[in-house]
């Protein structure tokens, strides 16, 4: 169980540090006391997805809690789950949920849950789902 | 009636870490420690001195009430951090975010401003993971702009 706890710990640092640009595989690794090699492929054992899927799917579904219910333009909330590129941002944003970043604004605003108790809306959607309208492109530029 | 909820189930992977974690890194107390006959199960309960009619039984998955594969299959999602425990509650959010994160415990999240209070995210020894809110006082707060 050990080797689960230490995976754990990698993917809790991304849960907690994901608006952090600078976070990067190695760091995440770290976390794990794992080489980077053999974690990336022991993390997909565990969790279905690389480490870098992982990061970019929290990334993406903060972003959407905040088109749903933030005052924030759309390069500011890029900038706040930790993208540097508006353009990255949208395309990794319509691959993960079939929608550009304004579309999907346009489509549930209003509809946040502020008053889910926030910490079982992050876990819930955290690590063990597959985005719609995620297909094996999903994979391209991501492997770590 | 119902009356009330008077004790829950965490699914832990060791007893004597555990209860070392909930008292010492928590400051829950323990209600019950007890061994029925030898070789038999372990009833540990713990609780909040504030709060004398409720309790977490902290249990580890086996038999005979789950066979060999459930047990190992609860062991796998508890250390692989998908099972949430519950939300537990102080009137000190940020003094006890601080007394806990120095006594070892793992946040998730430091406190946050929510409608419903502030509110923090660790983990148990065992990968249980927990809500720390102060609720608010005077109710919800639904003037703000509400985001994550």
Known sequence: MDKTRQLRLAKDAMDRDWADPGLDLDTVAAHAGYSRYHFIRAFKEAYGETPGQYLTHRRIERAEDLLRTANLSVTEICHLVGFSSVGTFSARFKTWTGLTPSEYRAKHVGRGAALIPGCYAMLWAGGFRSAPGAGKERNSGEAG | ?148
Not at chain 2, 23 to 28: A, S
Not at chain 2, 119 to 148: H, I, K, V, Y
Request: proline share 5%.
């Open chain 2, 1 to 148: 009636m119902i009356k009330g909820l008077a004790i829950s189930t965490v699914w832990v992977l060791d007893q004597d870490r555990a209860k070392e974690f909930y008292t010492e890194k928590l400051g829950l107390e323990v209600r019950t420690d007890m061994t029925m006959g030898e070789g038999g199960m372990r009833w540990l309960t713990v609780g909040s001195p504030d709060q004398p009619d409720v309790e977490l039984t902290l249990m580890v998955p086996g038999g005979p009430a789950m066979d060999p594969e459930s047990a190992e299959m609860v062991r796998k999602l508890v250390a692989k951090g998908a099972l949430g425990a519950g939300v537990l509650t102080t009137d000190d959010i940020h003094g006890d975010y601080k007394k806990l994160k120095d006594r070892g415990v793992e946040f998730l999240q430091e406190p946050q401003e929510r409608p419903y209070g502030t509110e923090a995210l660790f983990r148990d020894d065992s990968g249980n993971w927990f809500s720390f809110t102060q609720p608010r006082e005077g109710g919800l707060d639904m003037d703000q702009d509400w985001s994550c």
